[in-house]
C-alpha cells in the first residue's frame, strides 16, 4: 500500500481487483471521511487533491476550522519503570516528561523513515 501527500493530508492508495479501480481515505481523520477513486495513478491523485480541496473550501464557506489530520497529541502506555524513569530524568533536569520523548522520537525520526 502507498501513500499520497497534499496540503499536510496524507491518504492510502489501495487496489479492488474486482473494479479494476485505485481508491483510498484521507489517513488521521476521525471527524471527516475524504476518499477518492480512479482508474489510473494519475486519476487517483487528481480525485485525491480534489477531495481535500473540496474539503477545505467547504470549511471556509461554512466558517469552521477544517480538521488537521493528526491533533499532536498521543496517549501510549509504557511499563511502569520506564515512566519512572522518564518522571525521574524530567524532574532531574527541569524539563516535562513530554520534552524529553519528543526529543527521543525526533532523534530517532530516521527509523520512521525507513
Known amino acids: 500500500m502507498g501513500t499520497l ?7 492510502t492508495v489501495e487496489y479492488n481487483e474486482n473494479d ?22 494519475e486519476e487517483l491523485k487528481a480525485d485525491f487533491e480534489a477531495g481535500i480541496d473540496l474539503y477545505l473550501e467547504s470549511c471556509l464557506e461554512r466558517g469552521v476550522k477544517p480538521q488537521k489530520p493528526y491533533s499532536g497529541s498521543l496517549n ?28 527521543l522520537l525526533t532523534s530517532k525520526q530516521d527509523l520512521l523513515n525507513a
Open 20 to 41: 479494476n479501480c485505485l481508491f483510498g481515505k484521507v489517513i488521521g481523520m476521525n471527524k471527516n471521511v475524504i476518499t477518492y477513486e480512479g482508474k489510473t495513478v
Open 5 to 11: 501527500k497534499h496540503k499536510d493530508y496524507s491518504g
Open 76 to 103: 501510549i502506555r509504557i511499563p511502569s519503570e520506564l515512566h519512572s524513569q522518564l518522571a525521574l530524568k524530567a524532574q532531574m533536569t527541569g524539563r516535562s516528561i513530554n520534552a524529553i520523548i519528543k526529543d
